[in-house]
């Protein structure tokens, strides 16, 4: 079963860019779709973007984040990334990341706190 671990998050003024990664750690990466997450304080999680199995070139984001976020993986490096751009104040909140059974995601990091001052 693969686990992953999130990094890349931080503190980031208004407008400005972070980009996190998704690491694997397990050897099988490349055939399970990876799918980003957030929780704000007091919030439920909610989607934010996700990358199916395979080479990466189908993807899916929340309304929320259209234009603005680009996830993209690479299977070499057993890794998957969000690239965050013109961020918000709202985008405040722990990013997780999961990959996807047939049934659910599995395999959850610990999360990054991606912290957007205004």
């Known amino acids: 079963q693969v686990q992953l671990v999130e990094s890349g998050g931080g503190l980031v003024q208004a407008g400005g860019s972070l980009r996190l990664t998704c690491a694997a750690t397990?050897?099988?990466?490349?055939?399970?779709?990876i799918g980003w997450f957030r929780q704000a304080p007091g919030k439920e999680r909610e989607f934010v973007a996700m990358?199916?199995?395979?080479?990466?070139?189908?993807?899916e984001y929340a309304e929320s984040v259209k234009g603005r976020f680009i996830i993209s993986r690479d299977n070499e490096k057993r890794m998957a990334y969000l690239q965050m751009n013109s961020l918000k104040p709202d985008d405040t909140a722990v990013y997780s990341c999961?990959?996807?059974?047939?049934?659910?995601?599995?395999?959850w990091g610990p999360g990054t706190q991606v912290t957007v001052s205004s």
């Open positions: 999961a990959a996807q059974t047939s049934t659910s995601w599995t395999g």
């Open positions: 397990r050897r099988i990466f490349s055939v399970y779709t």
């Open positions: 990358v199916w199995g395979g080479s990466g070139t189908s993807t």
